[in-house]
């Protein structure tokens, strides 16, 4: 049985509180929201904070508001469990609801959140081992070692950004709140993420995620999301696509997004793709395989995480359109 390290944990009941523990301890200091993630990183020996500060009682923290119209916040430690089931988050985003319903199992989305979610770490076949197997291979460049065995000459990380909900985020332009001591900002969710395996988020380390802010919904942006895994009960994605769109007169479609994840660090967003499908109405089956074509050429799997690379790329094109004509039942 893995067991987890000694450490102090910490119960602040506002965020100022939070803020100040979370700066006084610096890199010793992790917080934990459901503790999904960073538990089993921490009885893995991956992540070693001898401090970990609970944002359980935090009340700001909890809690759905605004509605469809003018826009839903949610507090970060809102469950994915919740999400799935909110109805206004259903009627404003299914897309969203969608997401966190494939999210590994039940119990565990009772348990995890969106602000967990969003932080998740990355993951690496060579890194998601307990410790003894990562001491056998000594260890890796993202914990440890110095080498990264997916990419013998590379300095950096390659390991796959794997949240569920950040795609989707991404795609409808969602934003969220970062907290410290020092204050607070805004940020699109989009821009949370850096292509880095071990520096994956830009957020800071003393920056908490206080809310994810869901823009208004008029009924014309269309948003899905497609998942590849291996198991459909539970697995993390080895391909996730979110696709959004907004319609103008006669269903022709105005603005695009379209954001792969699971082939690399950071969901990515394909730009150039997505700008194809401007002009394009969603039943025209040529324009969007073009746009996928084009799309599946951001999806550069390593071979890290399940299933063959090759293939893992291949679906990347067939994904895409799959998520393209979702959009127009969605
Ligand atoms: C068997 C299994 C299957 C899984 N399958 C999936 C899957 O298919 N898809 C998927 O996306 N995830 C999956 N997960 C991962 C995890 O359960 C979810 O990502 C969950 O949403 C994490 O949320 P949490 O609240 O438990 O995070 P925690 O474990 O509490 O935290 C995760 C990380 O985020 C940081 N963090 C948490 N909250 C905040 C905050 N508010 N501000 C700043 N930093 C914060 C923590 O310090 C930690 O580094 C799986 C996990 C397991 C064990
Ligand atoms: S990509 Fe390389 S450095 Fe990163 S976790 Fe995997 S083996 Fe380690």
């Not at 700001?60 to 999400?83: E, N, P």
């Not at 060579?126 to 260890?139: C, M, V």
């Not at 999301?225 to 198991?231: D, G």
């Not at 969007?288 to 799309?295: F, P, Q, S």
Request: charged letters at 20%.
């Amino acid at each position: 049985m893995m067991r987890l390290p000694r450490f102090q944990y910490f119960g602040p009941r506002d965020l100022k509180e939070a803020a100040q523990i979370l700066s006084d301890w610096g890199p010793q200091a992790s917080v934990v929201a459901g503790g999904t993630d960073l538990f089993p990183n921490m009885k893995r020996r991956q992540q070693t904070p001898t401090r970990v500060i609970g944002l359980r009682a935090i009340a700001a923290l909890h809690g759905v508001s605004g509605d469809a119209k003018t826009g839903l916040t949610l507090g970060a430690m809102t469950s994915l469990t919740r999400i799935e089931n909110h109805g206004a988050i259903a009627l404003a985003w299914p897309a969203l609801a969608t997401a966190a319903n494939l999210i590994s199992t039940p119990p565990l989305r009772n348990m995890g959140t969106i602000g967990g979610n969003l932080c998740l770490d990355t993951r690496c076949n060579y890194y998601d081992q307990n410790y003894e197997w990562r001491k056998g291979i000594d260890f890796c460049l993202k914990k440890d070692g110095d080498t990264c065995w997916v990419a013998p000459g590379s300095k950096r990380c390659w390991a796959v950004a794997s949240s569920d909900t950040a795609p989707v985020l991404c795609a409808i332009g969602a934003e969220v709140s970062l907290v410290s001591k020092d204050g607070e900002r805004r940020i699109p969710v989009y821009q949370l993420f850096n292509d880095d395996g071990i520096e994956y988020l830009t957020k800071r380390a003393d920056e908490i995620l206080t809310a994810v802010h869901l823009p208004a919904q008029d009924g014309r942006t269309r948003a899905v999301y497609w998942k590849l895994r291996r198991r459909g009960s539970f697995d993390f994605p080895v391909l996730g696509v979110a696709a959004a769109v907004r319609l103008g007169a006669h269903d022709v479609v105005e603005q695009a997004t379209l954001v792969i994840t699971g082939t690399g660090s950071r969901p990515f967003s394909a730009q150039a793709a997505a700008a194809k499908l401007v002009g394009c109405k969603l039943t025209d089956e040529n324009a969007l395989r073009e746009v996928a074509a084009e799309a599946a050429k951001l999806a550069k799997p390593l071979d890290n995480t399940d299933f063959v690379m090759g293939w893992r790329k291949e679906m990347a094109r067939h994904y895409v359109v799959g998520a393209l004509k979702g959009l127009a039942k969605a």
